[in-house]
Structures are given as C-alpha cells and as structure tokens.
T-cell receptor, first 112, second 111 residues
Framework: EAGVAQSPRYKIIEKRQSVAFWCNPI?????LYWYQQILGQGPKLLIQ????????DSQLPKDRFSAERLKGVDSTLKIQPAKLEDSAVYLC??????????FGPGTRLTVL | KQEVTQIPAALSVPEGENLVLNCSFT??????LQWFRQDPGKGLTSLLL?????REQTSGRLNASLDKSSGRSTLYIAASQPGDSATYLC??????????FGTGTLLAVQP
C-alpha cells in the first residue's frame, strides 16, 4: 500500500513570495491533515479535512495561508505572502476516518 | 488547553543500554496517546498507540505505558541500538480528534 505522498520535498523562497505544497493521501482515507513543524518543536495542526469539508482550521493563519481538498482526495496548502517565520517542515497526514494518522515525508520550506 | 511536555530534550547513551523517555500532559481527558519516531528529513512513523482504557502497549524492544490519572506516559527502549537514533515524539488525542504533540526527545545511541 502506497503511503502519503508530498511534493516538493524542499523549497526555498524569498519573503513575500508565494508557495504551494501538494499532498496525496493514502487511497480511501477520508481525513487529511496539514501540520506545521518549526525546528525544535512538535508538529502543530493547521487544518483538518473530512472528505471535502474543513473540520478544524482554528490554527491556520487565514490572512496568508489557504488550503483546499478538491474531490476529497488530493490537497494543496498555499502561503501568500510568505514570512520569515513560515520557515518550517509542512507535514501532511491522512487517516481512514479520524483514527490512526499516517504521515508523509514532509516539505521543508526555507524563507529568506 | 492541553499541553504536552517531553523530558529529556536530548539523550545520549551507549549501545546496549535500556532507556526511558518521558511524556506528560496537562489534561487527562484523552482518547489515546501515541509515540512517534522522526528521522532527520523524514516524516513521522507511528511506533505505539495506547487507548485511554489501556495501561501499556509493546512492540518488539519498545514498551509504552500510560497513566491517565497522573498525566504521564513512558517509552521504554530495551537494548538500544545505533539505529534507534532519532527524535521521539509523543502526542495525545482528545475529544476534538486533534493530535497535540510534545517537543520531542532527540536520542543518540553511540556505537
């Protein structure tokens, strides 16, 4: 069974630029999560989808971050404009129905 | 608000030693607690998941315990190996189905 796929694996941008990350969850998994992990910290949930709908986006900085999950499968997370403090690893995870989560390899973002 | 703390932040041991990693949480109303492993540049790998009704779970050389009333969990690693070197994260899940993570313990096992 294929795991959670993410791309790109690494991205370096200048502040105020925009960036997008892509996630393909495990086939059949209804729940998809995006986490932000700043160096030296544990992952923090940004947004949780159940199929197409948003379950929790309370910690998503909505003035600059957006996420969508079209057709209840793939998801994209966008940052526009990026700030220096957005430098982090962005992790995508999926679960069958809100139970055990399986994580992708992450995208390491560096904002200069 | 749930807070998760892990002690120590870093640990270095010689190969073959048994070791214990600690995790504490402030709100005992949890559904489960999970231990993850994270290798540099990689995602998270789930090691053990303990349901709130359970006291411990074992997988190979790993044993995790849970004491909900005191808000504590331990991850015991027997006969450590250099391949065990990684960051170990614990996370608790509450009523919102949201995982709250600790800051992790960076483990180095010296050959």
């Amino acid at each position: 069974e294929a795991g959670v796929a993410q791309s790109p694996r690494y991205k370096i941008i200048e502040k105020r630029q925009s960036v997008a990350f892509w996630c393909n969850p495990i086939s059949g998994h209804a729940t998809l999560y995006w986490y932000q992990q700043i160096l030296g910290q544990g992952p923090k949930l940004l947004i949780q989808f159940q199929n197409n709908g948003v379950v929790d986006d309370s910690q998503l900085p909505k003035d600059r971050f957006s996420a969508e999950r079209l057709k209840g499968v793939d998801s994209t997370l966008k940052i526009q404009p990026a700030k220096l403090e957005d430098s982090a690893v962005y992790l995508c995870a999926s679960s069958l129905w809100g139970d055990e989560q399986f994580f992708g390899p992450g995208t390491r973002l560096t904002v200069l | 608000k749930q807070e998760v703390t892990q002690i120590p932040a870093a640990l270095s041991v010689p190969e073959g030693e048994n070791l214990v990693l600690n995790c504490s949480f402030t709100d005992s109303a949890i559904y489960n607690l999970q231990w993850f492993r994270q290798d540099p540049g990689k995602g998270l790998t789930s090691l053990l998941l303990i349901q709130s009704s359970q006291r411990e779970q074992t997988s190979g050389r790993l044993n995790a315990s849970l004491d909900k009333s005191s808000g504590r969990s331990t991850l015991y690693i027997a006969a450590s190996q250099p391949g065990d070197s990684a960051t170990y994260l614990c996370a608790v899940e509450g009523a919102t189905n949201k995982l709250i993570f600790g800051t992790g313990t960076l483990l180095a096992v010296q050959p």
